[in-house]
């Protein structure tokens, strides 16, 4: 007679929880870590002053990393968002020193950058264009159309008298109006993909648009409203970009490529899953270190060197992680009619 043997299920399932939180434990750690660091060799890290300004920074590189968020989510990576958004902020400012109103000047502009990421959800979603390539092309058609305002110099005027600067400045109950407003865009986004069937058909369009389609999903649907989500928050991180500056510049989009994808792929190696929540608290770590090397006087030439050092790091011990609970997930099988559950 065959000896039944004891399969422990439970305990598998706590052997794959273990992994699977190991990454996030890690993180933590880290970004506990650089606060003891950064507040051990500076007095004024942890100074109300100095996280108001830290949380006001890292509000437009998170808006920017929203954004691209969605665009991971569908399956698609959009390089056009840098000059897309510089265009939105070049037709702000332009609108502004011709004297219009701040509030339509700034809907103008996002107004532009939305049509732009849905021409590039079109083609990629429902034309079915390659997204490097496309979103290259309108980057293009974009950027050169943002150096028509001013042949490519600031545009400063009537930034003063607009009401711009004080959008910027302003403070609401003690928080920087730019940290309220990445707030909601964040809780916007975590509505959307993790509390709505809407974010179901995002992910399952990302994961397998074949599926998804065979399953009822309008995968060109989520295609579009994927870049043209991108396309709104990035837009609207440049406008407060050159509210900051008070001055409208055709560059300001172009240095917001890596910190808007970075947070997005670390929060994905951590969390392992595209998530809201991942690409925040990405992007709070990476501006938190940004933060410190400022007040450190660090050149910021060695501050991207050693953010992109920590970055591989991170990437290298969270994807270990990720393969072993993979492995620990193949391991976990149902067990055969001679065997006995225990759990």
Not at 126 to 134: A, E, N, Q, R
Not at 264 to 282: D, E, H, P, Q, S
Not at 301 to 320: C, K, N, Q, W
């Amino acid at each position: 007679m065959r000896r039944k043997r004891k399969y422990n299920v439970t305990e598998k399932k706590m052997k794959i929880i273990a992994v699977e939180t190991r990454p996030v434990a890690i993180f933590f750690l880290l970004l506990v870590l650089i606060i003891i660091v950064f507040s051990v060799l500076h007095d004024q890290f942890l100074s109300g002053r100095n996280i108001a300004t830290l949380l006001k920074h890292a509000s437009v590189a998170a808006m920017f990393a929203l954004g691209a968020t969605f665009v991971v989510v569908v399956g698609h990576f959009d390089i056009s968002f840098p000059m897309v958004s510089s265009l939105a902020g070049m037709t702000t400012s332009f609108l502004i020193a011709k004297e219009v109103h701040v509030m339509p000047s700034i809907f103008a502009g996002l107004t532009v950058g939305v049509a732009f990421g849905v021409i590039n959800g079109v083609a990629i979603g429902v034309f079915k264009l390659p997204d490097i390539v496309t979103t290259i092309a309108t980057g293009a058609i974009s950027w050169g159309l943002a150096w028509i305002y001013s042949g490519g110099a600031y545009i400063w005027e009537n930034a003063l008298t607009s009401g711009i600067l004080e959008i910027n400045d302003a403070i609401i109950l003690g928080v920087p109006l730019p940290v309220i407003l990445m707030v909601s865009l964040f809780f916007i986004g975590f509505l959307i993909l993790h509390q709505s069937r809407y974010g179901r058909g995002f992910y399952a369009t990302g994961d397998n648009r074949v599926a998804a389609i065979f399953s009822g999903v309008n995968a060109k649907y989520y295609i579009v409203a994927g870049f043209a989500f991108c396309a709104l928050t990035t837009s609207l991180g440049a406008i407060m970009s050159n509210a900051s500056q008070g001055s409208g510049s055709v560059r300001v989009g172009l240095v917001f490529l890596l910190p808007a994808y970075a947070p997005v792929f670390l929060g994905n190696a951590v969390f392992r899953k595209t998530t809201i929540y991942g690409t925040f608290l990405a992007a709070m770590f990476i501006s938190t270190m940004l933060n410190g090397f400022t007040l450190m006087a660090v050149p910021y030439y060695y501050s991207d060197f050693i953010i992109g050092i920590v970055l591989i790091v991170a990437l290298s011990l969270s994807t270990d992680i990720v393969v072993k609970g993979r492995k620990a997930k193949r391991s976990v099988r149902l067990p055969d009619a001679n065997e006995e559950v225990v759990s």
